[in-house]
């Protein structure tokens, strides 16, 4: 079962990969029809990370964002980044950089 995980709250998506895409694709469409009350733009960023379970590029863009962000909490906010039950490191790649490799600290 495909599912989607955001830090401790994780979401099932249907089975069927056309739905999973149609979903994702009406959820980003309304996001721009935020400002009209029921919608949100809350919508965007959310159909957007169901469609990266079926777009490879999307998903590259979705990975490297949530790295990013990892890095960010951690180093800027760390009492939120325990609070949240984050995954200690950088990122979630064991401190490793982007060659693999252990970074020099």
Do not use: C
């Amino acid at each position: 079962m495909k599912e989607i995980r955001i830090w401790k709250w994780t979401f099932r998506l249907p089975e069927h990969r056309l739905a999973r895409i149609a979903i994702g694709v009406l959820l980003v469409i309304l996001g721009f029809f935020g400002f009209l009350p029921v919608l949100g733009f809350w919508m965007i960023p959310l159909g957007l990370a169901i469609i990266s379970y079926e777009v490879p590029f999307v998903r590259r863009l979705r990975r490297r964002f949530i790295v990013w962000l990892y890095r960010f909490i951690h180093r800027h906010f760390p009492a939120l980044a325990r609070r949240l039950g984050m995954p200690p490191g950088n990122g979630g790649n064991g401190g490793n950089g982007r060659n693999g490799r252990k970074q020099d600290s």
